[in-house]
């Protein structure tokens, strides 16, 4: 697979075309932003945890009938994937009270739900992502009344199978953001990355942190808790 030009740069991945108009490769950088941007950083090794445990776990989803973007691992860094139009939504599951929703419901941090939550953003860094609901995306023509039904049964089946998952390995699965795309033929796929990046990770015993949430709080150690969740996937 021919590596062609740079089709587009964000905040943790780089996109290059290949000579396929299907294929896209995905290269995961070390670069770490937080607040919308506004805080940023470098966590050393982070491309190469975050690329492998993503293909990783969407291999584990897939086996579970949630259709993601993977094609092949390239190396550490890159990974072959179907070119998918993303639905501009971020889509994010709790389990437990963290971040954004402790703070605007003025409620602590670790209160475990019954059930899980769920609530979509407009993914749109020059708005600051707002909250949006299925009525304001069906609206603004971000997806159709069936793809928002269809992202939301596929959000909760990746929930139910990444918690049982990460439990195995000693480790809570606090909430997370996930994005999905369009094929060419409007069929709706997992796309962008499932990592401490984009999930709250907590040890099950401890409640130590061991995501991006590190790197917000500067709370230091955020290399080791990185490498920590991998060694625990790797069965090290």
Known sequence: MEKREQLYEGKAKKVYLTDDPEL???SYKDDATAFNGEKKGTIVGKGSI?????????????????PTHFVEE???????????SIVPLEVIIRNISAGSFAKRFGVEEGIVF???????????DELGDPLMNAYHAIALKLATREEIETIKKMAFT??????????ALNIKLVDFKIEFGRLSDG????????????????????????????????????????????RRLMGE
């Open 158 to 167: 990746v929930n139910d199978t990444l918690k049982e998952y990460f439990l």
């Open 187 to 230: 069929t709706i796929v997992l796309a962008d990355e499932i990592s401490p990046d984009t999930c709250r990770l907590w040890d099950k015993d401890t409640n130590e942190k061991l995501d991006k949430d590190r790197f917000r709080r500067d709370l230091g150690g955020t290399e080791e808790a990185y490498q920590e969740v991998m």
């Open 24 to 26: 896209y490769i995905v």
């Open 74 to 84: 390239l190396n550490d860094r890159e990974t072959l994937v179907k070119k998918v």
């Open 50 to 66: 975050n690329n492998r445990m993503t293909n990783m776990l969407m291999k584990v989803l897939e086996k579970k009938g949630v």
């Open 114 to 124: 019954d059930e899980p939550t769920i609530e979509f953003s407009y993914k749109n």
